[in-house]
């Protein structure tokens, strides 16, 4: 069965350090894959997709994500993290009409 | 600044009684999501649709809950009879189909509590 893996339920940084949330996927056939985020209270908030063309994804609030398909890996990084980036963050792959969502990962950002 | 709206935001009853939580869509987007979030369970995607017909509802218990859009600019989920184990937090997300993919725009939620 197809599932999306998100390495870490909680990540802690600091403020100004790299934030690396991790997501793998497990379909065979390249997927269409999303970055969600929900602040607390909220629904969840697109921050970037991949769909087709370049592995290399920018998304708001200066996060970016890479699609590697040797690895079946989405992982997504900001250089430097804010406190306005606490959160958690959702990794979700669709593929023949089904979506998958991750566990989610709740990102803590210490001053 | 067009959104999905979700009533009511809040929902407080008792066991055994009908629950009855609305979305309206944005206006255009053709499919309509619902899912449940509890702190147990996480994020759970209930059931969506596309042009009003459900494609894909496997995650949605059929014994009490059911999901219906009687026009595109309301989508229903109902359940009947409630149990304290529904509590949880229910989002209706809306989004248009291009490109072969979806893109979601989520609702308030609607916090159900059920005594």
């Known amino acids: 069965a197809q599932s999306v893996t998100q390495l870490g339920s909680h990540v802690s940084v600091s403020e100004g350090a790299l934030v690396l949330l991790r997501c793998n996927y497990s379909?065979?056939?390249?997927?269409?894959l999303f970055w969600y985020v929900q602040y607390p209270n909220q629904g969840l908030q697109l921050l970037l997709k991949?769909?087709?063309?370049?592995?290399l994804v920018k998304g708001i609030n200066g996060f970016e994500a890479e699609f590697k398909k040797s690895e079946t890996s989405f992982h997504l990084t900001k250089p430097s993290a804010h406190m306005s980036d606490a959160a958690e963050y959702f990794c979700?792959?669709?593929?023949?009409?089904?979506?998958?969502f991750g566990s989610g990962t709740k990102l803590n950002v210490k001053p | 600044d067009a959104r999905v709206t979700q009533t009511p935001r809040h929902k407080v009853t008792e066991m055994g009684q009908e629950v009855t939580m609305r979305c309206q869509p944005i206006?255009?987007?053709?499919?309509v999501f619902w899912y449940r979030q509890t702190m147990m369970q996480g994020l759970e995607l209930l059931a969506y649709?596309?042009?009003?017909?459900?494609?894909?509802d496997s995650g949605m218990p059929k014994d009490r809950f059911s999901a219906e859009m009687p026009d595109a600019t309301l989508a229903t989920l109902k359940i009947q009879p409630s149990e304290p184990r529904d509590s949880a937090v229910y989002f209706c997300?809306?989004?248009?189909?291009?490109?072969?993919?979806?893109?979601?725009?989520f609702g308030p939620g609607t916090r159900l509590t059920v005594l």
């Open positions: 979700v792959e669709y593929n023949f009409n089904k979506f998958y």
């Open positions: 379909s065979s056939v390249p997927p269409y």
């Open positions: 206006l255009g987007h053709n499919t």
């Open positions: 649709f596309r042009n009003r017909a459900p494609l894909d």
């Open positions: 997300a809306s989004g248009p189909y291009s490109g072969g993919y979806n893109e979601q725009f």
């Open positions: 991949y769909t087709t063309g370049a592995t």
